[in-house]
T-cell receptor, first 113, second 113 residues
């Protein structure tokens, strides 16, 4: 039958709460990771990145955690706002593959005012 | 803030026709990329480009696809003979170097009839 696309995991939070979005990545040779936000009709927007020699990195209202043992990445958004509503993708870069990013399936974040 | 720009925003083409998608990467960036996103699915890597050569390409990027840096500012993706399954959003991205954030344009929606 015809594919109708992936059903995205959805996270629904109340405005002001903290959000945690999780991602399992695929390749133990990945050495660089990026979180992107994608709003409807727009391209992926860079949020924060982390290299494989780190396990935590903080930005403005966002924190990325990397657990290489279980190949897991998370994005924490503090004091979530309605403007944070979007689809969030993690992306991994495998060393020596010309910058190729492998994207995860995405998580839809919905913020209720 | 500098951004990646893509034209056109929407391209409608008959199956079998050639199409050229255009991008202007951020001016001091050296690596350029094309990705595509079929409706409702995740972002997929097509090709990366550095120093006027393809750096890496995916299995999607077959002989029907080509990329070019025709001048000092533009980066193009050509599809020689379009197929129905080429319908997707095509995103251009650029980065200063490898393992640096890739910044995306807002994409060209390609519709093949």
């Amino acid at each position: 039958g015809e594919s109708v696309g992936l059903h995205l995991p959805t996270l629904s939070v109340q405005e002001g709460d903290n959000s945690i979005i999780n991602c399992a990545y695929s390749n133990s040779a990945s050495d660089y990771f990026i979180w992107y936000k994608q709003e409807s009709g727009k391209g992926p927007q860079f949020i924060i990145d982390i290299r494989s020699n780190m396990d935590k990195r903080q930005g403005q209202r966002v924190t990325v955690l990397l657990n290489k043992t279980v190949k897991h990445l998370s994005l924490q958004i503090a004091a979530t706002q309605p403007g944070d509503s979007a689809v969030y993708f993690c992306a991994e870069n495998i060393n020596n593959q010309g910058g190729k990013l492998i994207f995860g399936q995405g998580t839809e974040l919905s913020v209720k005012p | 803030e500098p951004e990646v720009t893509q034209t056109p925003s929407h391209q409608v083409t008959q199956m079998g026709q050639e199409v050229i998608l255009r991008c202007v990467p951020i001016s001091n960036h050296l690596y350029f990329y094309w990705y595509r996103q079929i409706l409702g699915q995740k972002v997929e890597f097509l090709v990366s480009f550095y120093n006027n050569e393809i750096s890496e390409k995916s299995e999607i990027f077959d002989d029907q696809f080509s990329v070019e840096r025709p001048d000092g500012s533009n980066f193009t993706l050509k599809i020689r003979s379009t197929k129905l399954e080429d319908s997707a959003m095509y995103f251009c991205a650029s980065s200063v170097w490898l393992n640096q954030p890739q910044h995306f344009g807002d994409g060209t929606r390609l519709s093949i009839l």
